[in-house]
């Protein structure tokens, strides 16, 4: 009998050596694949291709798994549905999505007004599939897609009178959008097109111009412009520009659209300037001085006296005095006296177990997002009395869950209601309008507006959430958000993945997700490690895992990975990570700490060479940086500290566990570059078996590829490659579709 012969094992492409030298204070580093920073490069390109040959060789194997967890999706998805509609003046705003069609189809229905506002705030009936009576298409995405390697909106807006729609489009994922008006009377496109510009499009309250963001060649919104329609583009004027190359610029118009907003900031201070409509060559009003260095927003309007008057307020959510941020109302006349002299009345005292995280107005309350043992909620507070003796008892919302998520998802400053979204980890996405608080109705009314639909069979029965707590090294407690199939027993057998971020005070709260079910279903116990660095417990929680103290995040996360090995839900030899973004460097710093933690890794779009890209300030977003990890060009200790668990820097000779590295050609934040040279460290010097793979999306951006369908392969992929390296490919017995 003739035996056949065994297949080669594939062979991972390498890159050749280019030795360069990156010498900062004393300390020289010497880079061998530096030069695959060249996107231009014909051999930088098809050693990409070469990447994704070999990943594919190597994952083939999975490809039937991936094709399960991506029908699971799928079957579990309603893929004919539509938003709840929004109103905004006289008009209902809406999305539809249609089975079969990757992107979203923008519509709108004229609203009512018949003097019963909450009935007028009452969204129509509007049924998937079925067109109503009136309905306007705003934009089809699918059509705008056709023929485009990649389609994502970047913003939309429309005049007060409803008669003009902007959007702003990216068909390559570089982030670069180019706007154009549509006049809704005729469903003619305006001459005026502008490109390449960045998130957030607003028009003036009149209609005659509209206010965009430019950025600049390292990618940091710096420039304010406004455009006059019908006038040409290179005469649109610059309203502000940020010269700082460490700060970031943003606008919006005021909740009551008398003011212009530009948002000026890093993470740790900030500025706000206010352009009045009824006087645009008045000029920009700074609120409070980026030199007092406090970390504020600032939202101006009209507060109505005891006589009916409207005076001039701002609410301020500052962190002065207040390390977790309070809310306060400020007479702009104050303003003009030294900061010390200033008088700021209270709304919200601060508090050290309360993060206050904003507040806006209506036209008759506050609304006040605050964080609380970890979870977001929502307050509102009437405008009468407000800042005074006579303020009235902030109300809450109140919801039955333990572990959810409650935020403001929208409202007008007219309405008698605020959308507001709410989810947990079983519980799919909500929508409620919240009857704001009147005499007659003192509590308000939570109002069910919708709660997406979940095919397949699906129970919330099926599954466990709890909350649990691992201990660091220094004794400090980390929340665990631990969830896995109520059929999982803790006989120390289950498999195990934690996912982390930890960084930028950026929460990873409870929320639904369908893509998951496949991983529980197949008896995998899936734990969220809320680790220093985030925001979830507050202003200390982000600082003590930032610049200096960055490590805390690293070691949090292994804190977690053990308190789950030793948990008996599962077998530690049977423990992966993902992380994607900054949680990319996370994976990569604790892929360097405690390998032989892991069977597997999942780095997505991972920012695992970010002292390379922070010690280049031409780099985009780079100076950016320096508020979250210090900037290592003018200090030395930020340096060393940072070159210390950099993720490429300490790739060190040991048995790695098997490491998929996944990006994007086109990603404009995380460098497709930073994965490519890692992945290729990784392999010279790991003293494993384990393969090391990158896969990368050629025509994607930061948040991967565009259409709703190839984005469920994408994280089809990922989960896949999860549970075949923990050897969880096989449902648990009554899992699964139904």
């Known amino acids: ?116 506002r909450v009935a007028d705030w009452t969204p129509p009936a509007v049924e998937a599939g079925v067109v109503i009576p009136g309905e306007e298409v705003l934009l089809d995405g699918n059509l705008e897609a056709e023929g485009k390697p990649f389609f994502a909106v970047g913003g939309a807006a429309t005049t007060i009178d409803g008669t003009l729609y902007a959007y702003a489009v990216d068909n390559a994922g570089d982030e670069r959008f180019t706007l154009r008006i549509k006049d809704l009377r ?44 019908g006038t040409p583009v290179g005469e649109d004027t610059v309203i502000y520009q940020e010269d700082d190359v460490a700060m970031w610029l943003g606008f919006e118009l005021s909740a009551d659209r008398r003011h212009l907003v530009l948002s000026i900031g890093c993470s740790e201070f900030s500025e706000t300037r206010l352009l009045p409509f009824d006087d645009l060559d008045a000029g920009l009003r700074t609120v409070i001085s980026r030199d007092e260095r406090i970390l504020y927003e600032a939202e101006p309007f009209l507060l109505t006296d005891a006589s009916g008057r409207g005076q001039e307020r701002i609410l301020l959510t500052h962190n002065k005095d207040a390390i977790n941020s309070m809310v306060s109302l400020v007479d702009p006349a104050e303003l003009a006296k030294p900061l010390a002299e200033q008088h700021w009345d209270t709304v919200v005292a601060h508090s050290d177990q309360v993060r206050v995280n904003g507040a806006g107005v209506t036209s008759t309350h506050a609304v006040v997002s605050v964080r609380k043992d970890t ?21 809450e919302p109140a919801f039955a869950e333990e572990l959810y998520t409650a935020g403001v998802a929208g409202s007008d400053y007219e309405a008698p209601v605020i959308r507001m979204g709410y989810t947990s980890y079983f519980t799919p996405s909500r929508v409620y309008d919240f009857v704001l608080p009147t005499p007659e109705l003192p509590a308000g009314e939570l109002l069910l507006r919708k709660e997406s639909p979940v095919l397949g069979g699906y129970s919330p029965s099926d599954y466990v959430a709890t909350r649990e707590w691992a201990v660091a090294s ?103 990570a993902m992380g994607g973004s900054a949680g990319g460097l996370l994976m990569g710093a604790v892929a360097n700490l405690a390998p032989e933690k892991y069977a597997a890794i999942v780095a997505a779009v991972p920012f695992v060479d970010a002292l390379t890209t922070i010690l280049d300030p031409e780099l985009p977003l780079s100076a950016l940086e320096w508020e979250e990890w210090g900037n290592p060009i003018t200090d030395p200790d930020v340096y060393a500290y940072m070159k210390s668990y950099t993720p490429y820097e300490n790739v060190r000779a040991v048995a790695y566990p098997k490491i998929a590295a996944v990006t994007s050609f086109n990603d404009t934040r995380v460098l497709y570059v930073e994965p490519a040279k890692w992945v290729q460290r990784l392999r010279e010097v790991n003293t494993g078996s384990e393969p090391v793979v990158l896969k990368i999306e050629m025509e994607g951006g930061h948040g991967g590829a565009s259409g709703r369908y190839v984005q469920w392969r994408e994280r089809a992929w990922d989960y896949a490659f999860v549970a075949d390296s923990l050897g969880a490919t096989e449902l648990l017995p009554g899992a699964g579709l139904k």
């Open 375 to 395: 979870i977001e909620r929502v307050q509102v507070l009437p405008l009468a009395g407000l800042g005074t003796a006579e303020q009235g008892a902030a109300v």
């Open 186 to 229: 005729t469903g003619e496109l305006l001459p005026d097109v502008i490109e390449n510009v960045f998130y957030g499009i607003s028009f003036s309250p009149d209609g005659s111009r509209i206010f965009y963001t430019v950025v600049d060649d390292s990618w940091r919104p710096y420039q304010v412009k406004s455009h006059v329609l």
């Open 474 to 576: 220094d004794g400090t407690r980390i929340p665990l958000s631990v969830l896995r199939h109520a059929s999982v027993r803790q006989d120390s057998t289950a498999a195990g993945l934690v996912y982390g971020y930890g960084s930028y005070e950026m929460s990873m709260d409870p929320g639904f997700g369908i893509p998951r079910l496949s991983l529980l279903d197949r008896g995998i116990v899936f734990v969220i490690a809320h680790i220093r660095g985030g925001g979830e417990l507050g202003r200390h929680w982000y600082d003590d895992g930032k610049k200096l103290h960055k490590k805390n995040t690293f070691t949090d996360f292994i804190a977690a990975t053990d308190w789950l090995a030793g948990s008996g839900w599962v077998d530690p030899a049977r423990i992966a």
């Open 1 to 116: 009998m003739t035996q056949t012969p065994a297949q080669p094992s594939p062979q991972p492409p390498v890159a050749r050596k280019v030795p360069s030298v990156r010498t900062h204070h004393g300390d020289a580093f010497e880079d061998n694949y530096e030069w695959l920073r060249d996107k231009e490069s014909a051999e930088v390109v098809d050693l990409l291709k070469a990447e994704n040959s070999y990943q594919e060789s190597v994952t083939a194997h999975q490809e039937p798994l991936r094709e399960a967890i991506f029908q699971e999706i799928k079957g579990r998805t309603q893929e004919t549905d539509l938003s709840v509609p929004n109103r905004k003046d006289g008009w209902w705003y809406f999305t539809r999505s249609v089975e079969g069609k990757e992107y979203g189809i923008h519509c709108r229905v004229r609203g009512q007004d018949t003097g019963d």
